[in-house]
């Protein structure tokens, strides 16, 4: 079975902080994505990364980064957290045309 | 572009009942289409996908989707709702040939009535 890992699954942090989310797929997996989930607004894209130091921007790209130096794990970075940053985080990951399987999520909150 | 709309936010349905969640899709080529189930505090995981070949296609747990291209819609079907479905259901499409990125629905949590 694929696994996708994230490295907490509740994270408060405060307005200002530097918030890094971690995420590890175990199925070598070629691309790997972020999302925030928002009530009513389902998942939205912030960046995905088809390959190793590869990455692209998605829906909303805006106060995130991302690094992916090893296939395996792509991380996300908030550089200076706010709170319309407060929200759940999902991380995937897919084969090059195939369904995307998911972690469980990150549900961080900044104060 | 592609888009996804789901029409109803919340369903709920009896114990017993037929469950029908729909989805209908813009897309200017031929589309990926996919529904992902997501229990309380899980992540998303896949209920069937539609790529080419049958439109009428099966996945976990006694759901089928049905592609229709002529309606643009892949409504999720289940005959007879148990309490376990009680979940957010997405419908999301993807352009053909390529999973890398998903467009979701906005999502419809479903309530399963005792």
């Known amino acids: 079975d694929v696994k996708v890992t994230q490295s907490s699954r509740y994270l408060v942090k405060r307005t200002g902080e530097k918030v890094f989310l971690e995420c590890v797929q175990d199925m070598d997996h070629e691309n790997m994505f972020w999302y925030r989930q928002d009530p009513g607004l389902g998942l939205r894209l912030i960046y995905f990364?088809?390959?190793?130091?590869?990455?692209e921007k998605g829906d909303i790209p805006e106060g995130y980064s991302v690094s992916r130096e090893k296939k395996e794990r792509f991380s996300l970075i908030l550089e200076s957290a706010s709170t319309n940053q407060t929200s759940m985080y999902l991380c995937a990951s897919s084969m090059r045309f195939d369904e995307q399987y998911f972690g469980p999520g990150t549900r961080l909150t900044v104060t | 572009a592609q888009s996804v709309t789901q029409l109803g936010s919340h369903v709920s349905v009896s114990e017993g009942a037929l469950v029908l969640l729909r989805c209908n899709y813009s897309s200017s080529v031929p589309p990926y289409l996919f529904w992902y189930v997501q229990y309380p505090n899980q992540g998303l995981q896949l209920l069937l996908k539609y790529t080419t070949g049958a439109t009428l296609v099966k996945g976990i747990n006694g759901f089928e989707a049905e592609f229709k291209k002529s309606e643009t819609s892949f409504h999720l079907t289940k005959p007879s709702a148990h309490m376990s479905d009680a979940a957010e259901y997405f419908c999301?499409?993807?352009?053909?040939?390529?999973?890398?990125?998903?467009?979701f629905g906005s999502g419809t949590q479903l309530t399963v009535l005792p």
């Open positions: 990364s088809y390959d190793v130091k590869m990455k």
């Open positions: 999301a499409v993807s352009i053909s040939g390529s999973a890398r990125q998903l467009t």
